[in-house]
Structures are given as structure tokens and as C-alpha cells.
């Protein structure tokens, strides 16, 4: 079976710096994609950066990069120079072929301005 | 643009009333899906459908049902709205083609019932 955790129900940061949210993933299977998804308060869910599995190198999408460490099966987001607006929950999430994506519970992300 | 829509955005309803959250998907995709969402923010899938008349329930038990007669179009119903029901409702889609990019999300319907 799949599984998605997130350890940090919240995290805080101030603007313009550094945040890195962490998830970790159990899955039985050698191909799978990650996902990692933002919500912002009474807003959509968003895709924020994917990576497959079977690629070494770390996805990254403007400000917000992954460090994937497939061994460990560790799946970390690292938010630089962040803004009022990445204010929001995110979730991690898998996702094996075809099959149904499954999210980790989330992390509550706040900027302090 | 292609997207996926859900109405109503919010709902007040009375206990006993019959209610359908409408999902709508303009991308062609054949797999869709409901999520219910606490207020802890969790996300627990209820039902999804892989196509046109084929419809399975979830992880998490739900008395609403649903239905899929259209590929663009997958509404949940309840019969009989208790307020235990109460819960944001998100409706999420993805296509054969696009399953590498994950799921594509309605802006979801908050349900309140009284």
C-alpha cells in the first residue's frame, strides 16, 4: 500500500526567506511520480511541482524546488525568497501509473511579513 | 480555456434536503473524483469514476452517491442532508495523457448543513 506523511501540521516563515517542507512516502513499486500541490484559503488546489521517480534530478519551478532523495524516500519542498502569497496548505502527494493519487495530510504554511 | 467547475461555490441547507454538487470538466478526461475535506484540511477521497457509467466508492464511506452519464459531467448527490454532512466538497479530474501531471481541482463547494 501507498502512503504519504507529513510531519509538520505548520510551518512559519518570515518574507524573503528560506522555508523547506518536508514529506516522506512508502511505496512498493520502482516507477511513481510526486507531486506537491498548494491550496490557498478559500482558493483552488494548484499543482506546484511534480518529478518522476525514475529521473535523478531535482525538479524546480521558479522559486520553489524538491529535494527527492528516492533511497530515503523523502520528497522535500524548499520555498526560496518567500512571498505574502505562498501563504497556504500544501500537500505531498503519489501517484503509481494509472492508479489514484494519495495525499499526505497537509502542512499549514505562514508568512510573517 | 479548459477547466473544471463546481457549483454551488457555497451551500446552506436544511437537514432532510436532497442536494447535488454539480462538477463539470471541459478537458476530456476520463477519470474524476470527489474529495471530502475536513477542517483539519485532510483530504479523503469518496468516490471516482475511471469513465462514462462506471463510478466506485472511495477510502472513506459516504452516503452520497454519484453518477457519471457524461465524460464531462460528474454530480454527487445527497438524499437526505444531515449536518454531519458539513465539509467542503472538491471534485478533481485527470486524463490518460496527463496522469504524469496529477490532477486538475474544481475551486470546490462549501457545504453547510443546519
Known amino acids: 500500500a501507498q502512503t504519504v506523511t507529513q510531519s509538520q501540521p505548520e510551518m512559519s516563515v518570515q518574507e524573503a526567506e528560506t522555508v523547506t517542507l518536508s514529506c516522506t512516502y512508502d511505496t512498493s513499486e520502482s516507477d511513481y511520480y510526486l507531486f506537491w500541490y498548494k491550496q490557498p484559503p478559500s482558493r483552488q488546489m494548484i499543482l506546484v511541482i511534480r518529478?518522476?521517480?525514475?529521473?535523478?534530478q531535482n525538479a524546480t519551478e521558479n522559486r520553489f524546488s524538491v529535494n527527492f532523495q528516492k533511497a530515503a524516500k523523502s520528497f522535500s519542498l524548499k520555498i526560496s525568497d518567500s512571498q505574502l502569497g505562498d501563504a497556504a496548505m500544501y500537500f505531498c502527494?503519489?501517484?503509481?501509473?494509472?492508479?489514484?493519487?494519495?495525499f499526505g495530510q497537509g502542512t499549514r504554511l505562514t508568512i510573517n511579513p | 480555456e479548459a477547466d473544471i467547475y463546481q457549483t454551488p461555490r457555497y451551500l446552506v441547507i436544511g437537514t432532510g434536503k436532497k442536494i447535488t454538487l454539480e462538477c463539470s470538466q471541459t478537458m476530456g478526461h476520463d477519470k474524476m473524483y470527489w474529495y471530502q475535506q475536513d477542517p483539519g484540511m485532510e483530504l479523503h477521497l469518496i468516490h471516482y469514476?475511471?469513465?462514462?457509467?462506471?463510478?466506485e466508492k472511495g477510502d472513506l464511506s459516504s452516503e452520497s452517491t454519484v453518477s457519471r452519464i457524461r465524460t464531462e459531467h460528474f454530480p454527487l448527490t445527497l438524499e437526505s442532508a444531515r449536518p454531519s454532512h458539513t465539509s467542503q466538497y472538491l471534485c478533481a479530474s485527470s486524463g490518460t495523457r496527463s496522469s504524469n501531471y496529477g490532477y486538475t481541482f474544481g475551486s470546490g463547494t462549501r457545504l453547510t448543513v443546519v
Open positions: 469514476s475511471y469513465g462514462v457509467n462506471s463510478t
Open positions: 502527494a503519489l501517484r503509481q501509473g494509472a492508479q489514484k493519487l494519495v
Open positions: 518529478q518522476e521517480a525514475y529521473k535523478q
